[in-house]
């Protein structure tokens, strides 16, 4: 009596046969189902992106992204604003200054563009005298760093912070996509922090839509952009001879 007593108290020991389990088995997402989608591999092959490319560009669809693009700059069209063009004289090496101009979205993103407008147009804190303190081979040039011109630091102009924010201001909208070369796009070192850093594309660069808030694209110049990124030897994406924005301003 005393041993059925015991059988009958005892906790029963789940059957390991997944076919007779009364638990639910775990789908830990490690293959191809689960965290990285169904069809990975079809996907990969098809060229819209694999295992390695996770995130909100699997596919992206550049001919509609461009025609969004021409229709954010279209607006200016439409605005009643200063000026929708801005130019860099940039220097290397102590050599002629050579142009790049600027098209501003400035219907769609007037905050973003002021600053930017402002900082060309400013002799003493803005942009004249600055370095180009990086290159990215496979992103573009980094310049605007007002502060310390190493990239380290940044702010904005003056009429565009607050008092809450006096050195760096909201992003305002990501409505232009990196798309390809000449896309000029603010440097944000996090959320809502954007200063007077800024960077100029050389290619395709789909992982900074939604991240930097792009405003422009060159104009006139990119021929000096290229020459910069590809000629200019780096170390540790540090131009190793002094490329300097010596005069700026709007068109």
Known sequence: MMNNLLRSSAPKLLSRNPSTSTIPSRCMATGTRGARGHGWLQKYRAGLGGRHLQGRWHYRNNEELNQVNEEVFAMNKDADSASNEAYLDISVGGEEARRVVIELAAAALPKTVENFRLLCQEKEEGYEST????????????????????????????????????????DEGFFVSHTGPGIVSMMSPGVHRNDSRFLITTTEAPQLDGRFVAFGRVKEGMDVVNDIATSIFTKRGRPTV?????GCGVV
């Open 131 to 170: 370095k180009l303190y990086k290159i990215e081979k496979t992103v573009g040039l980094c310049l605007g760093d007002v502060v310390s011109n190493d990239g380290t630091g940044g702010k904005c102009h003056p009429k565009v912070g607050t008092e809450d924010s006096p050195f760096a201001f909201e």
């Open 242 to 246: 002094d490329v300097k924005v010596v």
